[in-house]
C-alpha cells in the first residue's frame, strides 16, 4: 500500500508539474491529490484483500472519490467570538494552573 500511495501521488503530477521537474505535485492541490492517493490505497487493499469496507469494491473510481470527498476534513474559517485575552500572569488566569513563573522561558 506505500507502493500504491508513491504511484497516485506520482500520477498526480500535471503536465506543467512534470516539465518543470517538479517531484510533487503544488501544495494547493493537496485536497485533490489526496482523493487519488486514497483511491489508490484502497484499490491496493482491496486486491491484497485486507480491505475492511467490502461494498467500496462494487464503486467506480469515479463513485469512490466521491465517497472519499464525502470523509474528508473540510476546514472552515469560522468567526469566533472576541474575548478579551489577557496577558501571561494576569488574574484572569488564575485557578487554571497556569504557573507564569515556568512560562518565561
Known sequence: ????????????????????????????????????????????AQRDGVDRQKLLQFLSDKELDEYIKSKMYDPKVVEL?????SPVGSPSREGYGYDSARSSL
Open 1 to 44: 500500500m506505500i507502493y500504491a500511495s508513491a504511484t497516485g501521488l506520482a500520477d498526480s503530477l500535471t503536465e506543467a508539474e512534470i516539465s518543470r521537474g517538479d517531484l510533487y505535485p503544488e501544495l494547493k492541490r493537496v485536497r485533490e491529490v489526496s482523493v487519488v492517493v486514497a483511491r489508490e490505497v484502497v484499490r491496493a
Open 81 to 85: 467570538p472576541s474575548h478579551n485575552i
